[in-house]
């Protein structure tokens, strides 16, 4: 049992780091690596503490809560961005990919990091940001000042159309405006497939693929345990430079983009999702591989079809080792059918694993804003949808992501509101306000405790974004004290899920729906563990008639009651049995 003890200066609650003894006794047997099916805790450091008082999060703040992290049951972190950067865009407008940004401390604060976390068994990722640079990286800087300078050909460069228009109609994914920009000096456009301040890198160019490479190993040589691809769809653009296609009113837009993003006015066939990418980023993998169990984590959205798109980035083993695709991030109310449908899609694209699940990051929200925030008829969900829906993430196949403070259910922060408008950051927010409010609502400070200003985050009179107020009630000490809180429910079911190898590296069989209630079972050995979930706001029953013996799990604090062979389950129920082996094996 996990012993939890007061850190009296924060008042936040830490796990004793002399008693490890929650790490899972079936971690160690299981098959295959701990990446594919692990849960990878994502903090954005900017966000996360600020150990220094200047109102944003540091390296040191990490380090300050990797007791947090442990007690929650996480097996891995990823830091966004934490390089020599601008700032324009958090950190993914990059200058120097091998240094760490002063904001955010030294190379020895992030050493130190890195040898705390292992200590305490976590894995540490690492966001690797190739698909641009900042324009004042220095790289940039030479390959504009002339045609026919040493990296003249290091990032994308077009010349005009003979009206002196850009070359084709790609859009950025920030603004949805034109994404070539004039460059005087060098009488040609340049691509940037996000920010003006972001240039795309040239992924044809040889150099440029070993300048990237040469930047991997060095983190890898530190002992980071995985890289973060960013925009890895977006690496390579079409080299003859075609205008992408209109997108007809009846065409499926990309997953994961508000209806209202100037982006899906194309079928964005040229600009990036390019298929060449699949075979330009072997030598990746293959740099990887030199270093025993580290993953690649690829980020493959801004796509039609993302869960088929990210399964042909894992394919095989020269490419990715997991990819995160963006099919829960639905734009309707989560159903049993649904949740079986996206299931059954990610069963059959990716037979041979490497999905890694998300429903709430830095750029598409929070778990709380999903899935319309209302069911079928209209009502907001209730907190007991959220339990359940951290039962179920919990029991899916492949590795999961969770957005840091997803855990304690924060909402998005209103703008305007808890956010004004001439506080937006978010450089996507501050283009497109109001139609578009940007991605500050989910970036917001954590929020450790309502007994702090600033709710804990930082002693600085202002913070980099403002801690809404509705966040306080949701604090970390605040939810630590109530068993049944969201953030213990997190809680238990990740230690829990941990001890259950049919969870932690099973397969899954059995998949149905059945009016509200979704159920599958997961196994591994001997081990087959029934899953099932009310997924309506009314009570339902799921027969278990089938089972030769049927073990019920209770420590999780689910209420569930049995009517003879039915077990009923109320609003947003959930139900997990040991079963026998053979119980339903020809369903």
């Not at 950190?91 to 020895?108: L, Q, S």
């Not at 990296?151 to 859009?171: H, I, R, T």
């Not at 994404?179 to 044809?204: C, T």
Request: overall charge negative; proline content about 7%; aromatic content about 10%.
């Amino acid at each position: 049992m996990v012993k939890i003890a007061e850190k009296t200066w924060w008042r936040v609650p830490v796990i004793n780091r002399r008693d490890w003894q929650w790490e899972d006794e079936n971690h160690a047997t299981k098959d295959g690596e701990w990446w594919q099916n692990a849960v990878i805790y994502q903090i954005s450091p900017w966000s996360f503490l600020d150990t220094d008082g200047d109102g944003k999060g540091d390296l040191n703040g990490v380090v300050e809560r990797l007791d947090y992290l442990a007690s929650l049951g996480v097996d891995a972190l990823w830091l966004t961005p934490i390089y020599e950067s601008p700032m324009q865009d958090l950190g993914y407008d990059i200058t120097d990919m091998r240094k760490i940004g002063e904001p955010f401390g030294a190379m020895a604060d992030f050493q130190r990091l890195l040898d705390v976390a292992h200590a305490m068994k976590l894995k540490v990722i690492v966001d690797q940001v190739w698909n641009h640079t900042s324009d004042q990286h220095p790289w940039f800087q030479e390959s504009c000042s002339s045609r026919d300078n040493a990296k003249a050909d290091w990032y994308v460069w077009a010349d005009p159309k003979p009206d002196g228009s850009p070359p084709n109609n790609w859009l950025s994914s920030f603004t949805g405006k034109c994404a070539w920009h004039w460059h005087e000096p060098r009488q040609q456009y340049y691509l940037s497939s996000f920010l003006k301040s972001q240039p795309d890198l040239n992924w044809h160019s040889d150099e440029v693929l070993a300048a990237i490479l040469e930047r991997a190993k060095f983190w890898l040589d530190l002992g980071v345990d995985g890289l973060r691809v960013d925009a890895v769809n977006y690496f390579l653009h079409d080299d003859q430079l075609r205008d992408n296609p209109p997108r007809p009113d009846n065409a499926p837009l990309p997953d994961g983009v508000p209806k209202d993003n100037p982006l899906n006015s194309q079928i964005l066939k040229y600009s990036f999702n390019r298929p060449e990418t699949l075979e330009r980023i072997k030598p990746i993998r293959q740099l990887v591989d030199q270093y025993p169990g580290v993953v690649t984590l690829g980020e493959v959205t801004l796509c039609e079809d993302s869960i088929a798109l990210a399964s042909q980035y894992t394919a095989g083993t020269e490419r990715l080792h997991l990819a995160y695709q963006s099919g829960l991030l639905v734009e309707k109310p989560m159903t049993a059918e649904l949740m079986r449908d996206i299931l059954q899609k990610v069963i059959d694209c990716f037979a041979d694993g490497g999905t890694c699940w998300i429903v709430g990051n830095h750029d598409y929200g929070r778990l709380r804003c999903r899935w319309t925030e209302k069911d079928i008829n209209g009502n907001p969900y209730p907190e007991a949808f959220y339990r359940m829906m951290a039962a179920l993430l919990l029991s899916l196949p492949g590795a999961f992501c969770l957005w840091q403070g997803d855990e304690l259910g924060l909402p998005v922060a209103e703008i305007p509101g808890d956010i004004a408008p001439e506080q937006i950051r978010d450089p996507f927010g501050k283009a497109l306000y109001p139609e578009v409010v940007g991605r500050d609502g989910s970036r917001t400070p954590m929020p450790w405790t309502s007994e702090a200003p600033g709710g804990g985050f930082t002693t600085a009179k202002e913070p980099w974004l403002p801690v809404p107020e509705a966040h306080l009630a949701r604090s970390v000490v605040a939810q630590h004290r109530d068993a049944r809180s969201l953030l213990n429910t997190w809680r238990r079911l990740l230690h829990w899920r941990k001890n259950q190898p049919a969870l932690a590296a099973g397969h899954l069989e059995g998949l149905e729906a059945k009016g509200t209630v979704l159920a599958f079972r997961r196994y591994y050995g001997e081990q087959h563990l029934l899953c099932v979930f009310n997924m309506g706001d009314e009570p339902a029953h799921y027969d278990l008639a089938g089972y030769e013996r049927c073990e019920a799990v209770s420590q999780l604090q689910f209420d569930v009651s049995l009517d003879g062979d039915q077990v009923v389950l109320p609003p947003y129920g959930v139900f997990f049995a040991c079963i026998e082996a053979t119980s339903h094996r020809s369903a």
